[in-house]
């Protein structure tokens, strides 16, 4: 179906074997990046000034442009898009090599993937070559305009509206939940393209400038401060039809690839992403620094805490390499991603509680230079890890339904056109 | 387990699948329930013949492996053996025949547990939450020419079967390993009940039992890291046969959720259930996952390897739990009867989680690992 697959770039030459890649990369790092702060090591916090989060992105613009010129860009995308040609083993490595280092956190989900691989997989090759290396240099930060307010789980049921105007389209509607879209650049938008026909046959996608007039973006407040999610109104937005991604009202075959990208997350070979592996150790070992705070390491009881936070990670690391391993292969089919995906989220929740019962009464109040610090308020935003990116619900929908096989929910929505679906509570029944 | 398999590795699994299925089937395996060895004699040599005690043993004593990793290769055997309950000393024998030959000791017992005309056992020692800590529970002490072997070890498994004994003990000063005759004068055996079918443990007790020098493997009061090889090869092993148990019991169970219908639906078709299929297919791809990952990082000596066997017990032994209880549950009331096979999975998942360390005590031990590696850095 695809013309990509996780494997990555299929070139017929030799590819350099991945000892002298580990090599090169490794020496290209030392002379070209700084290790990273603790700060930076620590990127998903929230709350930040708005200066501060700008003087990031630029940064983070700024190194995908030394990556690029280092010849690190891309290293899965192929070398006619200003990719390196190389396969998912060459990634591992360079992720290897990163840790510790800064690298361009904010240009890699949603930017790379899913929305860079969507292009290689359905773009037309003058919108690849339009897009694929200004991305990969820096210059295009992308979003996904895929959930909408009016339902976040049931994307297929989008109601923003493109409607053709001869050789371009107006768009209509609303979009949310796309991470940091005020300081992006395009957006890749699923659209409503046909009433008439049942929800699935009736969508397209198009990419579009987020900085337009008719488009705007609003800045969502979260219960822990952060204001990086943004919820986008778009009033008469023209778009080209040369600017439409796959053909129209075929929306949804490009839309169950954008998806399964999605759930790839940071396992997918088409991101750079500092191995997080066990040398690594990032919420458990903030979970050992709370407990060692509060010097209570002597306990076996918080030891048994503590442990079992680093096994989560431990083993959820191995089952997101099986399953990427096994989807490869083909022995899960590409619906398997949700596996990782519903494994990360109750691990994230998890994690979260056990810092908080380690962290006994600074889990009330605490000062900002306490290990403990913000650890309440990350488990007042325990349940994002299960929402965000499709419900833990969605997942196990689809590992029960597309991976064992067992038969689909009924719905109400499925061979009737979009329009005659039902959309809220019946008014005066 | 099954991921990336050489086709020799492939044969050799389904070789031993196919020996199991014929020659432990569940009625097989309820049969041995009455039997003292838990498994018949002849079985095991034939299981010997096909290669299951010769992983852990190098070239030189008659032993060898399939892929040139002798620990993932035997892991393919404990594989098979949960997922039939399947009799017979697998842990025990390979630990004890994997470590004489590591030392060169005792050449004709080896030859002995590679042919399977011999069955070991390794009395090891208590479990200590700080990881290269042991506490036996024997003493080995020197006296002249012969050692003196004191203390109780329980449980030992297939100690009532076993020809020999690797006893682990304290000398005073460090941990010696000796190979004691079962029929040695001193050696008595205290028969334990379990849940498993065909499983056999005892208590072993060494009353001032006196054997040559001889007797003493590897370097005395320089065992630990024997031990330690030894407890991580253990663990691999079991680890290795709760997910072939899981694995069984969640494909059944799968099975049934398409046969069974109520209310006239399948079970299958109620999202309720379907929702915990989808928790149980992901703690069961992800136990294969760190399974698989702590047998590679054993057999590779890396330096990850206690804390990612300790992450596999731990996790296999509490999720694969729910697991294996939410199959029962999801069988409703013929799940708890004998004469459906559920409870075979059941009481070998039980065994093997509390054998070498309870979830509860690995998650201790990873905790204190991170703690010593994060004050080293």
């Known amino acids: 179906m695809s013309a990509v697959s996780t494997e990555g770039a299929q070139i017929p030459e030799q590819l350099e074997d991945l000892e002298s890649f580990r090599e090169r990369a490794r020496s290209w790092i030392g002379a070209n990046l700084r290790p990273a702060t603790a700060d930076e090591m620590r990127w998903g916090r929230f709350g930040g000034s708005e200066e501060a989060e700008l003087a990031s992105v630029a940064r983070d613009r700024e190194l995908q442009r030394k990556l690029f010129d280092g010849g690190f860009a891309g290293i899965c995308f192929p070398r006619a898009y200003g990719g390196q040609g190389l396969s998912p083993g060459h990634q591992k490595v360079l992720n290897q090599e990163l840790v510790g280092y800064e690298y361009p956190a904010r240009m890699q989900v949603p930017t790379l993937s899913p929305c860079a691989t969507v292009l290689l997989e359905f773009g037309t090759e003058e919108q690849k070559l339009r897009h694929i290396p200004a991305i990969l240099k820096g210059e295009e930060l992308w979003m996904q305009f895929l959930s909408e307010p009016s339902g976040g789980s049931d994307v297929a049921g989008a109601l923003t509206t493109a409607i053709r105007d001869g050789e371009q389209w107006v768009l209509n509607g609303s979009k949310v939940w796309t991470t940091g879209a005020w300081w992006s650049d395009w957006g890749l938008c699923l659209a409503r393209t046909n009433w008439d026909v049942p929800k699935h046959r009736g969508l397209s996608v198009f990419m579009l400038p987020i900085h337009q007039s008719g488009v705007e973006v609003h800045r969502i407040e979260m219960i822990n401060g952060s204001r990086e999610f943004c919820q986008e109104f778009m009033t008469d937005v023209i778009v080209p039809d040369s600017d439409r991604v796959g053909e129209v009202d075929d929306g949804w075959t490009v839309g169950t690839r954008w998806m399964f990208h999605e759930r790839m997350l940071y396992s997918s070979p088409y991101v750079s992403v500092p191995d997080g592996g066990r040398q690594a150790g990032t919420a458990a070992t903030r979970v050992l620094g709370i407990a060692r705070e509060h010097g209570r390491m002597d306990d076996p009881s918080v030891r048994d805490l503590v442990g079992e936070a680093r096994m989560l990670e431990i083993v959820s690391d191995e089952l997101m390499k099986r399953v990427t391993e096994s989807i490869k292969s083909g022995r899960l089919s590409d619906q398997a991603a949700a596996i990782g995906r519903l494994f990360k989220g109750t691990t994230a929740s998890r994690i979260s509680t056990l810092a908080l019962e380690v962290a006994g009464s600074a889990g009330a109040a605490w000062t900002d230079e306490s290990a403990a610090s913000e650890t309440a308020v990350s488990f007042l935003m325990r349940q994002v890890g299960s929402i965000a990116g499709g419900t833990l619900e969605m997942a196990r929908n689809v590992i029960s339904e597309r991976v064992l096989a067992m038969p689909r929910e009924r719905t109400l929505d499925r061979d009737v056109p979009f329009r005659d679906v039902p959309r809220s509570r019946p008014t005066g029944s | ?335 708890v009867t004998f004469e459906h096979d559920l409870h075979l999975f059941l009481r070998r998942f039980t065994v093997d989680r509390s054998l070498a360390g309870t979830p509860g005590e690995h998650r201790q031990r990873i905790g204190a690992i991170l703690d010593r590696r994060e004050v080293a850095a």
């Open chain 2, 1 to 335: 387990m099954l991921l990336a398999l050489t086709s020799d590795q492939e044969f050799f699994r389904e070789t031993t699948e196919r020996f199991l299925v014929e020659q432990a089937p569940p009625n097989e395996v309820r049969r041995l329930q009455k039997d003292t060895a838990g498994f018949d004699a002849d079985y095991w040599r034939r299981g010997a013949e096909l290669g299951w005690t010769s992983f852990l043993v190098g070239e030189a004593h008659g032993g060898g492996t399939i892929s040139g990793a002798g620990l993932v290769d035997l892991c393919l055997v404990a594989y098979e053996f949960g997922r039939h309950a399947a009799p017979g000393p697998l842990v025990s024998t390979n630990v004890v025949a994997g470590a004489l030959s590591a030392r060169d000791a005792h050449p004709d017992v080896i030859a002995d547990l590679v042919a399977g005309t011999g069955i070991a056992s390794w009395c090891a020692p208590e479990l200590s939450s700080v990881p290269g800590v042991w506490v036996p529970t024997v003493e080995i002490r020197r006296d002249g020419g012969e050692v003196v072997v004191t203390g109780t070890v329980s449980p030992v498994e297939s100690a009532g079967q076993a020809g020999h004994l690797l006893v682990t003990g304290h000398d005073g000063g460090g941990i010696t390993q000796v190979l004691v005759p079962a029929s040695a004068a001193g050696v008595s055996i205290e028969p334990l009940r379990t849940t498993d079918l065909t499983r056999r443990f005892g208590a072993v007790t060494f009353d001032d039992v006196r054997l040559p020098e001889e007797a003493i493997v590897g370097a005395p009061g320089e065992a630990s890291t024997d031990v330690e090889a030894q407890f991580l090869r253990t663990l691999a092993i079991l680890n290795a046969e709760a997910v072939g148990a899981m694995q069984a019991a969640f494909d059944m169970t799968v099975e049934w959720s398409f046969d069974r219908y109520a209310f006239g639906r399948p079970l299958a078709s109620y999202q309720a259930l379907k929702h915990r299929f989808a928790d149980m297919l992901t703690w069961v791809e992800a136990s294969h996952a760190i399974s698989d990952a702590a047998s590679y990082a054993i057999e590779e000596g890396s330096p990850d390897a206690a804390e990612l066997a300790s992450a596999a017990k731990a996790f296999i032994g509490q999720y694969g739990a729910e697991v294996v209880q939410d199959c029962v549950q999801m069988h409703g009331g013929i799940g």
